[in-house]
C-alpha cells in the first residue's frame, strides 16, 4: 500500500510545473490523476509519461476560470472515477510583471484575478460539493509568497494571490467540522516554466531574498503539497504551508 492507493486527485495546471510534479508523485504514490490545463500538446505528454510509468490517469481541456468548463470537467471526472479525494489547483498566470500601477492594465487585472483567483473559487466550489456527499476530502490551492509579502510591480498576481489566502483561510473554517480540510502554499520563487524566462540579475535579486541563498525545485513544492494532501495531514486546515527557503517569517 502505497499513500494514495485507491484515491482520485485533479489537479488544475497539471500540465506543467508543481502541477506536473505534484500529479507523477501522487500517480507514483498510487494515487489515479484527472489533470485540468489549457495546453492540450502538453497535457497529452504529460499523460504519456504517466502511463508509461503504469499510472492511471484523465485529462480535461479546461479554464479554471470559466465555471461551466469547471461544472463539466469535474462532472466527467465523477463519471470516469466516481469520486475526488484530492484537489490541487496549481493553475495560475503570472500577468503583467516589472509594470507599476500607473501603467498596469486593467484588462490584465481582471485575467490574473479570473484565473488565480475565480479559478479556485471554482474549482473548490464544485469539488467540494463532491467532498461533503463522502465526507472526505484534501484540498490545496498554491497561493504565493506574493499574497503575504506583496511583490512590486505586479499588482494582478500580488492581489490575486492574496484574496486566494483569505480563500484558504475562510474555507478551511468552513468545514472545519467535516473531514474535509482546505490548505494554501505559499512559495518563493520555485524553478518552473513560469520564470524560464528571468534574466541571470532578476534570479539574482529573487535568491538573495532567500536565506538558503537558492531557487526551490519542483520536486520540493511535490513533497509539501503530497504531504498536506495525504490522510495523514488531518488536523491541519485553514493553512497556508511555507516553501520559501526561510523567507517567510510569519
Ligand atoms: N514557480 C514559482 O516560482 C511560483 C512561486 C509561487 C507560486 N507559484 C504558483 O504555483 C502555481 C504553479 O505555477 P508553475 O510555476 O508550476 O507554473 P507553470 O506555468 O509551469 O504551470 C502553470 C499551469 O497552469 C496552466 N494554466 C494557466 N491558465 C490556466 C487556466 N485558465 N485554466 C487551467 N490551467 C491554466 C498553464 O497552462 C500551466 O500548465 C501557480 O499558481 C503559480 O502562481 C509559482
Sequence with gaps: ????????????????????????????????????????DKLATVKAEIESSGGTVSTHIVDISNEENVSSAVSEVISQHSKIDILVNSGGIVGQTGTKIEDYDAETFDKVIAVNLRGPFLMAKYVIREMVKRDYGRVMLIASIAGKDGNPAMCG?????????????????????TNITINGLAPAVIRTPMNADCTDEQNAYMIAKIPMGRLGTIDEAASVITYAVSKECSFTTGFIFDLSGGRTVY
Design 1 to 40: 500500500m502505497t499513500r494514495f492507493t485507491d484515491q482520485v486527485a485533479i489537479i488544475t495546471g497539471g500540465a506543467s510545473g508543481i502541477g506536473e510534479a505534484t500529479a507523477k508523485q501522487i500517480s507514483k504514490e498510487g494515487g489515479t490523476v484527472a489533470l485540468f490545463d489549457v495546453q492540450e
Design 157 to 177: 498576481y500580488t492581489s490575486s494571490k492574496a484574496g486566494c489566502i483569505g480563500l484558504v483561510k475562510g474555507l478551511g473554517k468552513e468545514y472545519a467540522t
